[in-house]
């Protein structure tokens, strides 16, 4: 199930959610636990493109200052 995260925030914390699931319980079914490794790469994806265009963009910014 792939969700579309408006902002990074939301992705981070759906993250965070999902990573307490596993340390909460020491009983999950393989179907639950393939469904939350897919949302949390999904979440996991989406702040790595956010935090990489955010990098290029603060590039973008240094250099019209330099």
Not at 2 to 9: M, W
Not at 10 to 17: E, G
Not at 27 to 45: F, P
């Amino acid at each position: 199930m792939k969700k579309n995260y408006e902002d990074f925030e939301s992705a981070l914390s759906d993250l965070k959610d999902i990573i307490q699931k596993f340390e909460d319980t020491d009983k999950i079914s393989i179907d639950e636990l393939l469904n939350n490794y897919e949302r949390g790469m999904n979440a996991y994806s989406f702040c790595i493109n956010k935090l990489e265009d955010t990098q290029k963009k603060i590039k973008i910014i240094d250099s019209n200052y330099e």
